[in-house]
């Protein structure tokens, strides 16, 4: 093997670039020798071209500390990864077919409940779910569309076969970083870029304007859309800037709405103005004091009066978390059968609900093994990796299953596949997930590409952001 | 423009125009004050506080209280803080260069340690000065002249008229304006640092050729119309962004807005200087009376106004 590559060790795992034997794998193979071919240091530039890049774009987050506060970049890494038409065209139906399925069953849960009553998902599942919001029963939402915006966590385990770890139905975030990442890596490797036929995915922005248009009330021809932040002090508030500049839609906060006669204005210089529709970036339970936490000082008073009235559209409907809980997850499979008929076409991940005592017992039993969460947590919070953990945190995660057994699941420890990265001047294998954007309008769109979140820690299994993790550039291929 | 923006572009403007009216009020008064006799000195310090603020009597250190004092609202400090975290709120409303203009001044001033500002006062409050110049000279050349570079017009002139009124008023309070010749020896520094309190000494005497006389400062800082530290020609500008705000929103019920500014320029377009001399403070009362109301109607119009008149 060449310079770059000399400590490239290979894990147990799948590796995105090098099949078993070492050789790189044919759509890999220009990176490759690309990566080869560059002299020694010239990484090193294109990294830093790369950061000054995000820098002066403003793509960063805010860390703050007592009164002052500093701003960083969301770690990028230069190598791009590379998914095969085949490959792609595999998860865009699996995913089309997973979306499909889990917005019957939002529906059906707050309607009818079919799904219950036949007993393919245990009702108390259902009422005992944090997510659960008895107030929208019998509601109806645009269109019965309940998930407007996905971004699905797929993961690939030791065989590279693409699972699906989680359904983010509520508000996902980063997409912002899969449309800078691309900018980025044009200008940092246009040659490069250029030998690949990479899918667009800069149309993102006009597709999701067109499915936020999509909800707008009946009869309004020209909705007037905006987007609703927590505020700057939010993490994603580069992201919430970033798209409402891209579509070209106000960007709003609580103070900028109020509620009248059951209608969404916001207060301008020339007067109140009707609000259509609202793609909304602050969770269920903030988003209307009035009727969910009253201690909320980031929502809008009489919001989920206006939205009952359907005077107003929101993205994504409320309740939503109802299908991406972790117990519920389990039951996806199952879900799909049920509404469509069908095998599911992208796998789960192994899942064992714990308040069953013989998967009880036998994960208690292999907590130093497995990969246990918290069912209603996300972002990399309230997780236990087994192998990765003291004996003190398995039991600390003990007594917590204990007490609340259904507040927890349990998964293997998943070999994620790795992907070269460019760690310390050479090049080393790190582990990666995918995120990939599902947009839900007229029709399911996906983004070809997404995002893909690196571990940057040596042998980290955790590509959060808020845990030390990076990305990369996602080409899919056509 | 969403009423919230408005707010924070109209907030960020006062207080940054304030930090630097702290600053050459400072400036020029410290400088000042090393040249002057005991008596008056002490006086001149003593107005110094009350311009500042009208609770304040006295202060061991007028640097700290003025400049530092991180828990006065109206401190250098406090007002340059206020003006970086409304433009942060509103940072994707201005350039990229503005925001790091405000930020910069906000990082120079925050990490200012009292000691060093002690050795070389003037260097400190020359760099504030020019820091909210700078800002405003970036605004002016970096941002669209539309409805929100209009709101930081407003705030601009509209602060500045008030410091400027706020000053005469405690200056008037404890000096007399005299016949139009020359000011007493003893009265020359006050009245000059009182041009130089507003940029104004070297305009007034190219604009008089003439002696330092006390009338003729007077209606200088309050009346001319072209001179850009005066009352008038703050007011004038005013009222034109105001108007060119109601053009741009097409907002109804605006009429009191226009009335009230034009109301305000119409008094100092037509006020003597003998209407002033007889009573100054009235005269200045009534100025800022007209400006309290004035802000109240930009408010109760353009940013926090009831339900029912927005609709």
């Known amino acids: 093997m060449h310079t770059i590559f000399k400590d490239y060790g290979l894990s147990t795992g ?17 990176v490759h020798s690309r990566l080869n071919e560059l002299p020694s240091g010239e990484l ?117 076969t693409y699972r699906v770890l989680e359904d983010n139905l509520r508000v996902p975030s980063g997409v912002s970083y899969m449309l800078s990442n691309r900018q980025v890596i044009k200008r940092v490797f246009p040659l490069l870029f250029q030998n690949y036929d990479v899918r ?56 900028d709405l109020l509620v009248h006669n059951s209608v969404v204005y916001m207060r301008t210089t020339s007067g109140l103005q009707r609000v259509d529709v609202i793609y909304r970036r602050i969770d269920d339970d903030f988003i209307d004091p009035l009727v ?80 246990v969460k918290a069912v209603g947590e996300s972002g990399g919070y309230g997780m236990l990796i087994g192998p990765a953990s003291t004996k003190k945190e398995q039991e600390a995660f003990r007594a917590l299953i204990q007490q609340n057994p259904r507040n927890y699941i349990a998964q293997p420890t998943l070999a994620l596949s790795t992907s070269p990265c460019f760690i310390d001047g050479g090049i080393a294998p790190r582990h990666i997930d995918l995120r990939p954007y599902v947009l839900y309008g007229d029709k399911i769109t996906i983004t070809p590409g997404g995002l893909t979140r690196v571990a940057l820690r040596e042998g980290s299994l955790v590509v959060n952001s808020s845990q030390g993790g990076g990305s990369k550039d996602t080409w899919v291929l056509d | ?44 310090r003593q107005r110094l506080l009350k311009t500042f603020d009208p609770e304040l009597t006295d202060s061991d250190d007028l640097i700290m209280d003025i400049l530092l004092n991180r828990n006065h609202p109206n401190s250098i400090l406090s007002c340059i803080a206020s003006a970086r975290e409304n433009a942060r709120h509103v940072r994707e409303q201005i350039s990229s260069e503005m925001w790091e203009q405000v930020n910069r001044l906000y990082l120079y001033v925050n990490k200012a340690k009292p000691a060093d500002i002690a050795v070389n006062p003037n260097h400190y409050l020359t760099q504030v000065k020019k820091g909210s110049q700078l800002f405003q000279g970036i605004t002016d050349s970096t941002m669209s002249h539309a409805e929100g570079w209009q709101f930081i017009h407003v705030g601009r002139y509209m602060e500045r008229a008030s410091c400027i009124i706020r000053l005469l008023e405690v200056f008037l309070e404890d000096v007399e304006i005299g016949e139009d010749e020359e000011v007493a020896l003893d009265q020359y520094s006050d009245w000059v640092g009182l041009l130089k309190s507003c940029t104004a000494f070297e305009a007034y005497c190219r604009s008089y050729q003439s002696y330092i006389s006390s009338p003729r400062i007077v209606s200088f800082l309050v009346l001319d119309q072209t001179f850009p530290h005066s009352i008038r020609f703050s007011a004038d ?60 109607s930009i408010y109760t119009t353009y940013i926090s106004y009831p339900v029912e008149t927005g609709l």
Request: charged fraction near 25%.
């Open chain 1, 44 to 160: 090193f530039k294109r990294q830093e071209a790369a950061d000054q890049s995000f820098l002066t774009q403003g793509v960063t987050f805010t860390v703050y500390h007592d009164d002052s506060s500093t701003e960083r970049i969301f770690p990028y890494d230069l190598v791009p990864r590379i998914i095969p038409a085949n490959e792609w065209s595999h998860i865009e139906k699996g995913l089309q077919q997973r979306i499909t399925a889990l917005n019957l069953f939002i529906h059906d849960v707050y309607h009818d409940a079919k799904i219950l009553n036949d007993k393919v998902v245990p009702r108390d599942l259902i009422y005992s779910c944090k997510s659960y919001r008895r107030e929208m029963r019998g509601l109806n939402v645009p269109n019965q569309i309940y998930i407007s915006i996905t971004g699905s966590d797929i993961v690939r385990d030791g065989d590279g």
């Open chain 1, 14 to 30: 799948y590796d995105e670039m090098f099949d078993a034997n070492g050789k790189p794998r044919p759509h890999y193979e220009h």
């Open chain 1, 200 to 255: 667009p995915v800069e149309p993102y922005s006009q597709s999701l304007l067109a499915v936020l248009r999509h909800l707008a009330p009946k009869g309004v021809e020209d909705p007037n859309i905006v987007l609703l932040t927590p505020g700057v002090f939010n993490s994603a508030y580069f992201e919430h800037t970033f798209l409402a500049r891209q579509m070209g839609i106000e960007l709003v906060e609580n103070k």
């Open chain 2, 237 to 296: 500008l005013v009222k034109a962004s105001l108007l060119d705000i109601s053009e741009i929103t097409q907002t109804r019920k605006v009429g009191n807005v226009n009335r009230l500014s034009g109301r305000i320029s119409a008094t100092l377009d037509y006020a003597l200087i003998d209407d002033i001399r007889s009573d100054p403070a009235k005269f200045l009362m009534d100025i800022q009376r007209q400006y309290a109301l004035l802000h109240e």
């Open chain 1, 292 to 371: 969910f936490r009253s201690d909320s000082i980031l929502g809008v008073p009489g919001l989920f009066n206006a939205y009952r009235s359907g005077n107003v559209g929101l993205a994504n409907a409320l309740g939503t978390g109802i299908a991406d809980d972790k117990a519920i997850y389990a039951y996806v499979p199952a879900i799909i059968k049920y509404y469509l008929g069908e095998d599911p076409i992208l796998p789960n991940v192994d899942t064992w609900l714990l308040d069953d005592e013989k998967n009880r017992n036998h994960v208690l039993a292999n907590l130093d093994k497995l990969v």
């Open chain 2, 1 to 44: 423009m969403l009423s919230r923006v408005v707010d924070s572009l109209y907030w960020m403007s006062r207080y940054l125009e304030r930090a630097e009216h702290h600053a050459r009020l400072l400036d020029v008064n410290l400088h000042g004050l090393v040249d002057q006799n005991p008596e008056f000195a002490q006086k001149r």
